[in-house]
């Protein structure tokens, strides 16, 4: 007879090609950043970091979505997504990771002051766009970086506490009692979604 697994294993194989392609990965990243990164091209530099920027924020979004997803599905009180819910808990695990990616390569471009990527960082842009200079009070590097830190903070949080509450209903049989206590801590931590 066979037996239920509790835990997925990857295969041997299937960690060789992830640590080959991650691999693969890294050294295409190194050298785009020494080749265009540091390049002394203004537009070089723009290119790479610009992409880097928006497939970090991207991945990290994607990440994010199958969180807000759990959080949707449990305000909506849908029992449809139990069979299933365990996916979008594993993808979520990867926001505190892809976050802080993104979080590095967000605060570089506004410290190094790459203007050409945010036309608010560009001092003397600024005061001569009405537009601009209005909007100065939140498009600034201290504004953007408080925020910045603020939300993948929180939903790195909000991930984590909707998957240690989801592990709880594992550790034992529920009777109506502790079943409604549980529904009930679930349905606030995912309003409490930032």
């Known amino acids: 007879m066979a037996s239920i697994r509790e835990q997925f294993e990857i295969p041997g194989k299937m960690k060789t090609w992830s ?3 991650i691999g693969v990965g890294l050294v295409a990243l190194l050298a785009g950043l020494f080749t265009k990164g540091f390049s002394s091209d203004e537009h070089e530099q723009a290119h790479f970091w610009g992409t880097l920027m928006y497939n ?9 979505a199958s969180m807000f997803f759990i959080c949707v599905t449990t305000l909506a009180m849908g029992g449809w997504q139990q069979s299933f819910r365990r996916i979008p808990e594993a993808i979520s695990t990867m926001v505190p990771i892809f976050g802080s990616i993104t979080f590095v390569v ?3 471009v506004v410290v190094s002051d790459k203007h050409h990527i945010y036309n608010w960082l ?3 842009a600024v005061a001569k766009d009405p537009i601009l200079l ?3 009070g939140f ?6 970086i408080i925020w910045t830190t603020l939300a993948i903070g929180l939903w790195s949080l909000l991930g984590y506490r909707m998957r240690q509450i989801s592990r709880e209903a594992d550790e034992a049989p529920m009777d109506q009692q502790t079943g409604a206590s549980f529904i009930w801590r679930n349905t606030v931590r995912a309003a409490q979604a930032p």
């Open 122 to 124: 560009d001092q003397e």
């Open 134 to 136: 209005g909007k100065s």
């Open 56 to 64: 970090t924020i991207f991945w990290t979004l994607v990440c994010n």
């Open 139 to 144: 498009l600034n590097p201290k504004f953007f």
């Open 19 to 21: 640590l080959a392609l």
């Open 106 to 108: 967000l605060i570089y």
